[in-house]
């Protein structure tokens, strides 16, 4: 089970960590790949404007097929092979909850958030927008040199990583880092009074807790 304890008619999700953040968007982008040979669609969610200029670029640069959906940009549906990156103003969007729809009605879709969203009862509200879409997967990808991780340390996560001998470019999906990282974000959660959105992660927990800098 996640972080949440959703009613049966929820999506359910998984976790994926990494300890850097480069071998997180390399999973990433083999678990989109696999998937598109699957003949399932993959769509990528960043949840600040600089990881979606990231996952753009990272995708870019290794020559992936990709195409950014904002809400307005029309859907190449002629190409199977391209990885979907739906931007965070799409995101944001009340329409996205039925373009997704719309893809699970086609196929089967795969979700790959690009980390957690600091707030719970945010991210919450995000997956629940899905609801509806019966025929779709989540999994978060996170790293530990993420701010998130650095705000309340990874001491204990990386030597836990390293006692079960993971290498680097192996995820752990241990119920133990799933722990870890709900308590960190109720933490924040408790601490944060107003949500000042931002165009990155590091930026926010500038913006919302300055004392954990």
């Given at each position: 089970m996640?972080?949440?304890s959703f009613a049966s008619n929820q999506p359910q999700y998984s976790d994926k960590v990494w300890k850097s953040s480069d071998f997180c968007l390399k999973g990433m982008m083999t678990d989109a790949l696999r998937l598109i040979t699957e003949?399932?669609?993959p769509?990528?969610?960043p949840q600040f404007k600089e990881s979606?200029?990231?996952i753009c670029e990272f995708l870019s640069t290794k020559e992936v097929p990709h195409q950014l959906l904002d809400g307005e940009t029309y859907l190449d549906?002629?190409?199977s092979n391209k990885v979907y990156v739906l931007s965070v103003a799409f995101l944001k969007s009340i329409t996205v909850s039925k373009f997704i729809l719309f893809l699970a009605n086609k196929n089967s879709v795969h979700l790959l958030f690009h980390g957690h969203y600091p707030l719970p009862s945010k991210e919450k509200k995000i997956i629940e927008k899905f609801a509806a879409s019966k025929n779709l997967t989540i999994t978060f990808y996170s790293s530990l040199d993420q701010p998130s991780f650095e705000?309340?340390?990874t001491t204990n996560i990386i030597s836990l990583m390293n006692t079960l001998g993971m290498k680097d470019d192996e995820a752990i999906e241990h119920n133990l880092v799933k722990k870890?990282?709900?308590r960190a974000r109720e933490k924040v959660e408790a601490s944060v009074k107003f949500d000042h959105e931002s165009d990155s992660e590091k930026e926010w927990f500038r913006k919302n807790l300055p004392n954990t800098n």
């Open positions: 996640g972080l949440f003949g399932k669609i769509v990528l969610i979606e200029n990231i549906e002629q190409d705000a309340f340390g870890a990282m709900e």
